[in-house]
């Protein structure tokens, strides 16, 4: 797993505020974007108030990685699943991340391939 994918679902996996909030300031640029078909979030405050709704929302689940992640330039892609922990993924998607070239995250562009109906 990539080190930029590995901070990533951290911050999607901290269920602490002030946990993800220090992950957010080390690792995401300040005016970063997070897109998805179901979210816009810019800027760290935002893209910390998306996780934790995410987290309200789904109580206990888990962002993993899915597959092997594919980087190029300042780009990197993977798959993920979104479930209880040790079990299938109830959310599955891919997301594309942007990196400042310093591995600081700056954009993510996220797909959903599968939702519960």
């Known amino acids: ?27 995401w640029s300040p005016d970063c ?10 800027g760290r405050e935002q893209v910390g108030a998306t996780v934790g709704a ?5 109580p206990g689940f888990v962002l993993s990685q899915v597959g092997e ?23 599955i998607g891919f997301d594309v991340l942007v990196t400042d070239g310093d591995e600081t995250i700056r ?3 996220g797909f959903l391939d599968q939702v519960p109906a």
């Open 107 to 109: 954009e993510v562009r």
């Open 54 to 58: 995410v987290h309200q929302q789904f």
């Open 33 to 42: 974007l997070y897109v998805d078909p179901m979210a816009r979030a810019t």
């Open 1 to 27: 797993m990539s080190d930029i994918v590995t901070t990533y679902l951290a911050t999607w996996n901290a269920t602490d505020e002030a946990t993800r909030a220090d992950l957010l300031q080390r690792h």
């Open 69 to 91: 992640a594919d980087t190029h330039a300042e780009q990197t892609r993977f798959r993920w699943g979104l479930g209880p922990a040790g079990e299938e993924p109830v959310v």
